[in-house]
């Protein structure tokens, strides 16, 4: 038997306090040589406007490792669906066998995401900082905001979106989070004020451009997780004082740093250093107000084991979700 856990479920069980704790910890677990990260697997669908990732890990000495897979799919709201989905499997590292199917519908991705650029912002953003941009309507620039406000005092936001009426939308649901949104009639408007920008989008051209920083601003870029996705004006990364991808190599493939690379502005040897690099204390983080910060996050394998480590556990502890045969097993 395997236990099952669907998207309420995975509501119910996860905080977002809880997720940014553990994807901190497995951050840091990695850097120290304490996880197994193979390479992920990607699969674009251009005549679909559609994507499949895959990723998986293991936390030494944790009971499981993990596989997650992720779909966005960016034409769906025309259908009436939701842009992301997936699922996490997560197997017994004893015996193989599969512990916990987790059908979340991309829920998973969007919380670990979110953690991952809350624990960036923590790291590289002001500790007072209380104003942000977001640029993206999605589900992503949701979970983003919400798992900042977990670790900076954020009080006003001005969001921007390609689609006014989505933006209005954001505006309205989010102020339940407790804090003003406006809504900026251009990126550029929403950006230049801001201290955090968080960008959350599947753009394929820049959103962002260097002259908009604020002295001391930090940007959480989350969108570029393919080739041809890009966010962010590739001149931001020379601007920057730390620029922190989560992964170098990932970045180089299909990250913001992709874009610099390409054309010729930046160069590996000039990143500060890797998120997890952060997250264990090995790298130092902001350590003056004044510096201009970039978080570039294409998404680690480490992050869904953790994760999915987490929902395990809080699953067998509370006996939640159900039960389903195996055949065999």
């Keep these: 038997m395997a236990r099952v856990l669907g998207r309420a479920d995975v ?21 120290l040589g304490q996880a197994v990260t193979p390479a992920p697997f990607a699969l674009h669908l251009p005549e679909s406007d559609g994507e499949l990732h895959v990723k998986g890990a293991w936390l030494k000495g944790a009971p499981v490792f993990a596989v997650k897979t992720a779909t966005g799919f960016y034409r769906n709201p025309v259908l009436g669906l939701p842009v992301g989905g997936g699922m996490s499997l997560a197997f017994d590292t004893q015996t193989g066998r ?21 624990v960036a912002a923590d790291l590289l953003a002001r500790p007072k900082a209380r104003t942000a941009a977001v640029i993206g309507t999605g589900g992503q620039a949701r979970y ?20 006014p009426e989505a933006a209005r939308q954001y505006a309205q649901e989010m102020a339940t989070a407790g804090v003003s949104v406006t809504v900026a009639a251009t990126a550029r408007e929403a950006v230049e004020p801001a201290e955090v920008v968080i960008t959350a989008t599947s753009a ?5 451009e260097a002259r908009w920083l604020a002295p001391g601003a930090h940007i959480t870029a989350v969108g570029a997780d ?32 992709h874009h ?12 500060h250093g890797e998120l997890p690099a952060l997250a264990s204390g090995r790298r130092p983080g902001r350590t003056s107000d004044d510096e201009i910060t970039v978080a570039d996050l294409t998404g680690l394998g480490i ?15 509370q006996d939640a979700g159900r039960d389903l045969p195996l055949g065999d097993w």
Excluded at 98 to 118: H, M, Q, S, Y
Excluded at 148 to 163: C, D
């Design 144 to 163: 983003q905001l919400r798992a900042l406000l977990e670790v900076r005092p954020i009080q006003q936001v001005k969001v921007w979106g390609r689609r």
């Design 204 to 208: 394929s051209q820049p959103l962002v």
């Design 226 to 257: 393919m080739p041809h996705k890009q966010e962010l004006h590739p001149h931001i990364l020379p601007a920057a004082d730390k620029y922190v991808p989560d992964s170098i190599q990932a970045a180089a493939e299909c990250g913001e740093l």
């Design 303 to 317: 992050q869904d084991a953790a994760i999915a480590v987490l929902a395990t556990r809080l699953a067998e502890q």
């Design 260 to 271: 610099a690379l390409d054309a010729g502005v930046f160069d590996a040897a000039s990143v």
């Design 98 to 118: 599969l512990n916990t199917l987790i059908a979340d519908g991309g829920l998973l991705t969007e919380l670990r995401t979110a953690a991952a650029g809350a």
């Design 11 to 31: 509501q119910r069980l996860l905080s977002i306090p809880e997720t940014i704790a553990a994807v901190r910890d497995a951050l840091a677990a990695a850097d």
